[in-house]
């Protein structure tokens, strides 16, 4: 194999360096926004029965997915675009200028490194109404996604650089979390009230509090219940 000038070889430490990249960019973005989907919904428990009602309601007693089964859960995908419209795990996105040009009135040199702040658009009043609301309704009669074409909603990039996981991403995502909603209650324990947990949110892709909370087998015959930590 070889890699675009024909005189240099992809050598092992190539591969090594690629697999590395693959592996850090697929692994912590997943697991972060996984993480950031459950505590909204343990924030917003009538969110989170709404969602678990259409799951169970696509899913009955199967034990497998498929991926028509996801296609049916259009809450489910609002439910995701709105967390990743708040809490997008990568929320600084590099570029460098290939040549030198002029954006909205701005001289940019060849070389100037421009960073594009997805977190911001997210958050920014003239795209989005009541942005502070956790919403995922805006998503359902809207034809805002995150495939690159809504720059108001870029979690994933746009353009030749977007991520080029995006397809793997957000099937693991809508399966893993049909299947925790499917399978299991969630509750915060102590009795404590999802509206009243505190996520403070920083310029990080992880949450920077530690969140307890109890998840219960959905089917009783199993175990009780176990306790998770974030
Ligand atoms: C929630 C999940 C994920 C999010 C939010 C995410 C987001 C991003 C973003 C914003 C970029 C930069 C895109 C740009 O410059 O326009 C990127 C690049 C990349 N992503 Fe993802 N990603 C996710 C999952 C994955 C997965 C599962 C893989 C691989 C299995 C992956 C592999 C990559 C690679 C290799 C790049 C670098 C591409 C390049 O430099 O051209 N990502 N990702």
């Not at 650089?161 to 499917?182: D, K, Q, S, Y």
Request: glycine share 6%; aromatic share 12%; hydrophobic share 40%.
């Amino acid at each position: 194999m070889r890699t675009r000038t024909n005189s240099s070889k992809l050598t092992t430490l190539y591969v090594l360096g690629l697999s590395q990249d693959v592996f850090g960019a697929g692994t912590e973005t997943t697991s972060a926004f996984l993480e950031w989907t459950i505590t909204k919904l343990l924030r917003h428990p009538t969110i989170l029965k709404k969602l678990q009602s259409e799951v169970r309601g696509i899913l009955h007693d199967k034990q497998y997915i498929i991926f028509d089964d996801l296609e049916r859960m259009q809450y489910l995908k609002a439910v995701i675009k709105e967390t990743f419209r708040y809490h997008p795990p990568v929320p600084l996105i590099p570029r460098e200028a290939g040549r030198d040009v002029k954006i909205m009135g701005y001289d940019i040199a060849a070389g100037t490194i421009i960073i594009i702040n997805a977190l911001a658009f997210g958050r920014n009043p003239l795209f989005w109404d009541e942005l502070e609301i956790f919403e995922p309704e805006r998503f359902l009669n809207s034809s805002i996604d995150f495939k690159g074409l809504h720059f108001q909603h870029i979690p994933f990039g746009s353009g030749k650089r977007i991520c080029p996981g995006i397809g793997f991403a957000t099937a693991f995502i809508e399966l893993a979390l049909a299947n925790v909603l499917h399978k299991f209650d969630w509750e915060l324990p102590g009795g404590a009230k999802g509206e009243n947990l505190v996520t403070p949110s920083i310029f990080s892709t992880r949450m920077v509090t530690e969140i307890i909370c109890k998840i219960y087998m959905t089917n009783p015959n199993n175990i009780s219940y176990a306790v998770q930590r974030f």
